[in-house]
Structure formats: C-alpha cells, structure tokens
C-alpha cells in the first residue's frame, strides 16, 4: 500500500476515545532486542499480548497510523523502514514522518514498540493536547528516574518537521533531535511509563499487566521468547 492509498482511520470504541485532537502516530518497532537474545521485540508477549499488539491498541483514535520496522500489519496501518535499516529510533522517526501521507495531523504520536503501557499513557497526552500551551512542542511522561519519554510522545507536527529538516538521522541519538523543543509534562501514573529491554522487565511487565486485559481472542496465553514464551 503506497501513501496515496492510505485511508484515513475512524476511532474505535476500545482505542483511546473518538473525540480529541487529531493526530497522526509514527510506531517504532525495529529494535534488535540484543538484550532479550536478538528475538523480535515487537513479536514478545506480556500477559497475553504482543508489544505491537499492545502499541497498536493505543492508536485507534489516530487519522493515520506507520510503523517502522519488519513487521506485519493489517490494513489500513502503514509500513515503512528507514534506509538503511538499523538506522536508530531518531532514523526511524524520519522514516516515519516521510511515510505518512498529507494532509498532516496537527499533532503527531511517536510510540516505541517496547512501551506496554501506552494506552493509559496515551490517553493521557490525548487528553491535554488541547489545552497545552502554544509555545510547546512536545508533550510526554517522565519516568520515574527522572528522564523525558521522548519516544512516548506527542509532537506538534510543524515543529517536528522542522526539528528533522532535510538531515540524515541515521546513527543520531533522539536528544540530539528535540534538543531545541519546547517541552511540557503530562501526568501518567508511574505504573504505566517504561519500556521493556530485558526478560526481567518482561517478568516485572507481566505481573503488572497480568488481569488488566485479555489475550486476543483465538491467540494462546503465552510469554515471549525465541518462539513467543519466556526463557
């Protein structure tokens, strides 16, 4: 599916809420998970669920979503890759922005694969979108040690397209892009901000996870692994 044939999507019951600033999401899922054994992130499984499963249930009030990385996705969500691959998340931030067809969203969601708990988190920015004020760029968490969750946040899409101008991005490190954004906080329980790096933070993610939803219907309860399960 190129660009040009890229519908718009209606919000969905069980997504983030039908009404709110619009927005478009850029999803990144091409992580090597070198500290989970070199399994697919985006494919391991917490209380149920994959991480992109999880990403993707998050993004249901979006106008348009991408993902960047070697994935599988159903229709209508995009994907790209940023070229050459393995470019880094500020690389696959460029690919994603690329990738997604005009008009633009006001606003624009960049969500890492290996958040599992991006839909609380991402109605919470949804929910002050509307009211920040006009000098900020970015809005996100801040995890409880104390650092920006850049890659769990919403951009003003101007000033994102600006911040990447015309730049190779590939080997970049995010800070080095938002380093001259503006940017504000939005409160998100400390339970649901952090990402998932190492099968003990799978452990830690299951056991927080674990009751708070079902596993998609027709799909095994499994942890993840090489093969989907814990090591």
Do not use: N
């Not at 999803?27 to 917490?46: F, I, P, Q, T, Y």
């Not at 990738?99 to 694969?113: E, F, I, S, Y």
């Not at 899409?157 to 954004?181: I, K, M, P, Q, Y």
């Not at 299951?206 to 939803?213: I, P």
């Amino acid at each position: 599916m190129t660009p040009a044939d890229f519908p718009a999507r209606d919000a969905q019951p069980d997504g983030p809420g039908r009404s709110g600033p619009e927005h478009d999401v850029i999803v990144l899922a091409g992580g090597r998970g070198e500290r989970l054994g070199g399994v697919d992130k985006s494919a391991v499984r917490v209380a149920g669920r994959s991480l992109l499963d999880r990403v993707l249930a998050a993004t249901t009030a979006a106008r348009r979503v991408v993902v960047v990385g070697p994935v599988e996705v159903t229709d209508p969500v995009l994907v790209t890759r940023e070229d050459p691959p393995g470019g880094g998340p500020a690389a696959g931030i460029a690919a994603g922005f690329a990738a997604l067809p005009g008009p633009r969203a006001p606003w624009t969601l960049v969500l890492a694969v290996d958040q599992p708990g991006a839909a609380p988190a991402v109605r919470a920015l949804l929910g002050v979108l509307d009211t920040v004020d006009p000098e900020v760029d970015v809005v996100s968490p801040v995890h409880p040690e104390g650092y920006r969750q850049w890659l769990l946040a919403a951009y003003r899409t101007d000033r994102l397209a600006a911040a990447l101008g015309g730049a190779d991005w590939h080997g970049t490190s995010v800070r080095r892009l938002v380093r001259d954004l503006a940017f504000a906080e939005v409160q998100v329980a400390a339970e649901h901000v952090g990402d998932l790096d190492t099968w003990e933070d799978a452990a830690v993610w299951e056991r927080r996870l674990a009751g708070e939803d079902e596993a998609l219907p027709g799909e095994p309860d499994r942890l993840p692994g090489g093969d989907g399960s814990m090591p």
